[in-house]
């Protein structure tokens, strides 16, 4: 019999590996890949590092070819220690090919969760369905968020851990959340890891105060030390990338405040962490918050109003034709690539649980969901968001606030669920609770129905600016027509969600009425959600996503501009491309010429701080003082008919020179100062606090003094030099104030900073090698602990495995 129930149990997983290849077919089997825009930029800014690990097994931790240099701890953070992990992370996916891995990570994750909750398994499997199903979910994989996306596949099973310690299973239960846990961490999204620190904080309580109503403390103080010990061995599996994250932070745009006392504030700063202008640029609206019920409730995804279908036949003929120039989405974001859509069943069934269900889980997940949802609106209520940013550690660190939703993703399905096992254990708890089933149903369904009447009342489905301009002689008619399409987006998907919600209620009322039975019942809701989500999913990732695998292997092919750089065969030299956009500042926010070239520009939101007030300060103004001492050879210039130019700049300094005097400063707002206009060929500007490093007096070159590079790695730089009296040499590459090594003839000097972001060293006289070498000691010592931790976490499914067969034996002597 318990061998029966495990066969029950495993089916579920099949069917998930079903659904996963049906949701991408035919374009896996055909052989087709995604290639999402932040996949390409990704493998932009990573091709070096890619390309040199490839040819000699090492994985560079610095690069060269953006934003003239920085590390790689976020660029493609890679430790031997991760090995294990992602040999665990295959057998976890089964080998599956990708996207289809993907979702079936996060159905399988979330069927663990539900299983360790005692669900049965076929609501554990609906669960899982509901869960994986939610529409951001599909909206990120097609954007390329892939890291993000496996981050929240890891956090169910995580959470499960928690639920079985708590369940008095402590060693399987810390043994889950610590291997979850650590493949969560590995997958390298912190924001989604913090976020749902609000979860576990809310479910820790709830069996907290469980565990007191039932004088079972002691327990929960066993369990709470267990998943503490847990917490900390998934913390050191990933010591190398969490500590360097962190250390790396302090100096990035993302920690790292700026030192500059005169930086425009015309928006407010965090401290150090990140303007709240930034944060809470993607706000949700308060009135957006229904596309948990309604998908399209603000039109979808960003994009030409004339592409909905719906919009078209509702529009006036004579309007037609300016619907190809207008946004189908309405709402307060900037752009959107989707909504938050959890589905309208779904929906349905987390508000009756927040009446049937009587457990302090149930409060747990009701109260993180509205907290979250009053995050995302971030800007939208601000008073609250300031108080997070304000008082909240890290929670300043993190923009995008409208992605805090995840977490209401995972709890309403989560509690809709719950509230499935009430009825399903009981369904006469549906009569008992007549009033809770019929003012669930009417709350919900009630909702979707006077959307779909008066959408009127919920919305004028005109952007602010458009409400502005309506007002103007001429624009009236024409802004009412983009109105009235606009409407029938939101009316359509009011009139959907009603019928999914109608189709929900009298499935459940049949089972109350005992005219189905409750294998058919189950069937029938599976069969609803499945289709109230497949169809909403298919909008924002379906075919038009794939591409041949051919296009991966070519992600940007070469230009003119690229081939005729590309001639210049020295080891290291930089280019602008300033042809990337409409101004310069878009040439150093954009990734395609790092494929190919050393670019002064480049795409990453944790760029280094100093950098960033760099551009800020002299690179948007094209100082080109600046650009010479970055060694910027080639500028790719836009021409008229919008093809580029190539122009070499003559005045580029090269890898190194040596400078004849040093320009002393106090402070960091000096030194932007004079770099605004100096000769740097001449001049190096440094901060007092580099004097002992640099040294009180510098002795100017003279004729035949040379110094050249002679060998380029992205983590190592070689250089020869000659020189008669020796001197301060500065080199065209970005300062980092720890994991530097730098030697000369084998022997460690010092390292200083000048002209705000470059390297200097004082040389002595002669004939020398120096060699800068990237291999911060940290990275050896952190790999330690993430060893010694990945074996006390195997260790621990050892002794699972170990007790559950001899138990299997025990029984099977007994029998």
């Keep these: 019999m318990k061998n029966h129930r495990n066969f029950w149990a495993l089916l579920p997983v099949l069917v998930f590996v079903l659904l996963s290849f049906v949701y991408f077919c035919p374009d896996v089997i055909e052989g087709k890949i995604l290639f999402q825009h932040d996949t390409q930029q990704g493998l932009a800014i990573g091709h070096e590092a890619k390309t040199y690990a490839e040819e000699t097994g090492e994985m560079p931790r610095w690069t060269g070819t953006v934003f003239s240099g920085m590390p790689t701890f976020q660029i493609a953070p890679s430790y031997a220690s991760n090995e294990p992990l992602k040999g665990l992370q295959k057998i976890y996916n089964l080998w599956l090919v990708s996207p289809v891995s993907l979702l079936f990570i996060m159905m399988l994750g979330f069927y663990i969760l539900m299983l360790s909750l005692n669900v049965r398994w076929y609501l554990a499997a609906f669960g899982a369905i509901a869960y994986a199903f939610s529409s951001y979910f599909f909206i990120i994989i097609a954007a390329g968020h892939i890291w993000k996306f496996i981050t929240l596949a890891y956090i169910p099973p995580t959470i499960a851990g928690i639920v079985l310690a708590y369940r008095g299973k402590y060693l399987l239960g810390g043994a889950l959340a610590a291997l979850f846990g650590a493949l969560q961490i590995m997958s390298n999204h912190v924001q989604m890891s913090y976020y749902f620190l609000f979860v576990i904080f809310a479910v820790v309580i709830a069996y907290a105060v469980e565990h007191y109503r039932s004088h079972t403390l002691p327990r929960f103080f066993k369990a709470t030390g267990v998943l503490v010990v847990a917490a900390l061995l998934a913390v050191g599996a990933n010591a190398s990338n969490l500590y360097h994250t962190y250390k790396y932070s302090k100096e990035s745009m993302r920690g790292g405040h700026t030192e500059l006392t005169s930086q425009d504030n015309s928006q407010e700063n965090t401290g150090s962490g990140l303007d709240k202008d930034y944060i809470t640029k993607w706000s949700y609206g308060k009135m957006e918050t229904l596309t948990l019920l309604i998908p399209d409730s603000k039109g979808g995804a960003s994009g030409l109003l004339s592409e909905n279908e719906h919009a078209t036949k509702a529009a006036d003929p004579q309007i037609r034709p300016y619907l190809s120039q207008v946004d189908r989405y309405w709402g307060d974001q900037p752009f959107t690539s989707g909504p938050v859509y959890v589905g309208a069943l779904i929906f349905f069934l987390f508000v009756l649980g927040c009446f049937i269900v009587r457990t302090p889980l149930k409060w747990a997940l009701l109260v993180v969901t509205i907290l979250t949802v009053m995050l995302s609106w971030g800007k939208n209520m601000m008073w609250f968001t300031d108080w997070f940013i304000d008082y909240f550690p890290m929670y300043n660190r993190f923009r995008t606030v409208s992605s805090i939703l995840v977490v209401a993703e995972f709890c309403m399905p989560l509690l809709a669920v719950l509230a499935l096992k009430k009825i399903f254990d009981d369904p006469s708890i549906l009569k008992r609770e007549k009033w809770s089933f019929y003012l669930s149903g009417g709350i919900v369904g009630g909702i979707a129905l006077l959307a779909a009447l008066f959408p009127g009342l919920f919305d004028d489905f005109l952007k602010d600016y458009e409400l502005e301009a309506i007002q103007q002689p001429g624009y009236g008619e024409l802004f009412a027509g983009i109105a009235e399409a606009r409407r029938a987006i939101f009316t359509a998907d009011a009139w959907r969600s009603f019928v999914i919600v109608a189709l929900g209620f009298v499935a459940l009322w049949l089972l109350r009425e005992k005219k189905l039975g409750s294998t058919v019942v189950m069937v029938a809701l599976v ?289």
């Design 527 to 815: 069969v609803i959600l499945i289709g109230d989500m497949y169809p909403v999913n298919k909008r924002y990732l379906n075919s038009g996503n794939f591409v041949t695998a051919a296009r991966k292997t070519n992600p940007f092919p070469m230009t003119e501009a690229d081939r005729y750089i590309l001639q210049d065969k020295d080891m290291n030299y930089r280019v602008l491309n300033a042809a990337a956009g409409p101004t310069l500042e878009a040439s150093f926010n954009e990734p395609r010429t790092s494929y190919y070239h050393k670019s002064v520009g480049g795409y990453h939101a944790a760029k280094l701080r100093r950098y960033q007030d760099l551009i800020k300060h002299q690179l948007e103004n094209a100082n080109p003082a600046v650009l010479n001492m970055l060694n910027t050879r080639y500028i790719i210039q836009p021409l008229e008919n919008g093809k580029e130019t190539v122009v070499r700049n003559p005045g580029a300094l090269g890898n190194a020179w040596f400078v004849s005097e040093v320009k002393w400063v106090d402070n960091a707002d000096a030194e932007m100062e004079a770099i605004t206009d100096f000769d740097p060929s001449f001049t190096a500007v440094a901060d007092r606090k580099f004097k002992n490093e640099i040294g009180e007096k510098i002795i100017p070159p003279v004729a035949g003094d040379t110094i050249y590079e002679t060998a380029y790695k992205p983590d190592e730089l070689t250089y020869r030099y000659q020189s008669r009296n020796g001197g301060l040499a500065v080199f065209s590459e970005i300062y980092f104030p720890w994991g530097w090594q730098v030697t000369v003839d084998g022997k460690p000097v010092d390292m200083a900073r000048v002209n705000y972001v470059l390297r200097a060293v004082n040389l002595p006289a002669g004939d020398h090698e120096v060699i800068f070498r990237f291999d911060p000691q940290s990275v050896h010592t952190t790999e330690a602990v993430a060893y010694v931790s990945l074996f006390l976490i195997l260790g621990a499914f050892v002794v699972v495995g170990l007790g559950a067969w001899k138990r299997r034996n025990d029984l099977s002597v007994e029998d």
